[in-house]
């Protein structure tokens, strides 16, 4: 749970950092595999008709509310991280979890998961703790 010392970028631009760095593992052999998980909300759609039908036919299909952003496949473990921006240090040096959501989905897919001797889940707070995260997992030093 650190704060990045990029600039402040959207969830979105902290995700596509990582994955850039996910496929650098790949290509070293580091990590088998990773994908990132299409769980975005279909509701924005300006029809809600349609986002209605769209909504009932990934439920039928499989889509669970509260699956982590990305996957991970190590050689011995499975990985799920759920990405969300990074936190703001406040003055005193404590991190705020200001204006970030984990709903109470993917809190339960987390629990879940992390029942599991060989997959596991967990809350990255920006592409930095992400990254931090993906190398605890594979022993390389963040130093």
């Not at 769209?54 to 050689?75: E, H, P, R, T, Y």
Request: overall charge positive; aromatic content about 8%; charged content about 20%.
């Amino acid at each position: 749970m650190t704060g990045s010392k990029l600039p402040n970028l959207t969830e979105y631009q902290e995700q596509v950092l990582f994955v850039s760095y996910l496929q650098k593992l790949k290509l070293e052999k580091k990590i088998i595999e990773y994908f990132a998980i299409a769980n975005e909300n279909n509701m924005s759609f300006t029809n809600k008709t349609v986002a209605i039908i769209q909504s009932n036919k990934a439920k039928a299909s499989g889509k669970k509310s509260g699956v982590s952003d990305i996957c991970i496949i190590l050689k011995n473990r499975v990985l799920f991280i759920e990405m969300k921006k990074s936190l703001k240090i406040l003055k005193n040096g404590t991190p705020s979890y200001s204006g970030i959501n984990v709903s109470d989905n993917q809190i339960k897919f987390i629990e879940t998961v992390n029942k599991s001797d060989s997959v596991s889940a967990t809350i990255c707070y920006g592409y930095l703790d992400a990254k931090n995260t993906i190398n605890l997992h594979l022993g390389i030093n963040n130093g």
